[in-house]
């Protein structure tokens, strides 16, 4: 038996816990992929990981050996006690018994960086399913000083994230990710590397936050907004779709627009890059 099985059974064991399915909790058994998710998160030592959902510390003990400092958010308060009990020895290591949607994260990572031992911040976690894209979205939206979210997520939801606008698996959120960074598959990963098994396939993913958006553009929230009406009826025309939710004031505006920017008439949502949305956004 893999020495990382022994140890999350023993740890079960010992404090009498019984995975909390509510709180996506699925531990990671896996040698392999938790070596994968360390190597590809290219952790240095003036480094600041936020790690979300630690559960019961398999990766949060790699991640101490590394960086600089690890930030632990958990919502499970059976969890503190056995991080804390755990990790007592190490003083880089700093735990959060919180719901990490409501955590001020632009105000830890400013107050962290003020120490000038940290230079950048990364986050890592084999994120719990019930709140994935929820918790993306804080990660990008808030506009964070992050270098990388290094990230298991359900394998479809990483197809989508990681998708290329314009091409197919895509979704509004795939728009939202690539304007913000730039987004790689690192490994899949079996349900039989996790207690208790998901109902799905997993994927890590990597995000590499980009310094400056991928598109310029003055109203950044109409352009999301535009998106999101697109993709509600992703079976209909673009024409369509945003004629019916009043983006368009009429087809006729519609139409102008699309020939401006050489589209064709029955373009669909999936079809645009994120540069053209960009640019109907401008022409509105
Ligand atoms: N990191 C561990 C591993 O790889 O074995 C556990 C991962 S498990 C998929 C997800 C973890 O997220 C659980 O420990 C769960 O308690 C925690 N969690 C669930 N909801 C949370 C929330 N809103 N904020 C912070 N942690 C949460």
Redesign the pocket.
Known sequence: MEAILQETKFIMNKYHIKA?KK??????INDKVVEEIIKSSEIKENDLII??????G??TKELLEKAGKVIC????TN?ITILKDRFKLYNNFEIMN????KVDLKNLIKQEKQNEKIHQVKVV?????Y?TTPIIMKLLEEKLDLETITV?VQKEVADRLTAVPGEKNTGAITYSVNYYAEAKQIIEVEKQSFIPEPEVTSEVIQLKIRKQPKVQITNEKLMFNIIKNAFTQRRKTLLNALTNTNIFQNKEQGLEILKELNLKENIRAEELTLEQFAKITEKL
């Open positions: 909390n709180l996506g909790q699925n531990f990671l790690e979300i959902g630690p559960g019961l398999t990766l958010i958990e919502l499970d969890m919180e719901d990490v949607l976690a084999n994120l719990p399913y709140i298991m």
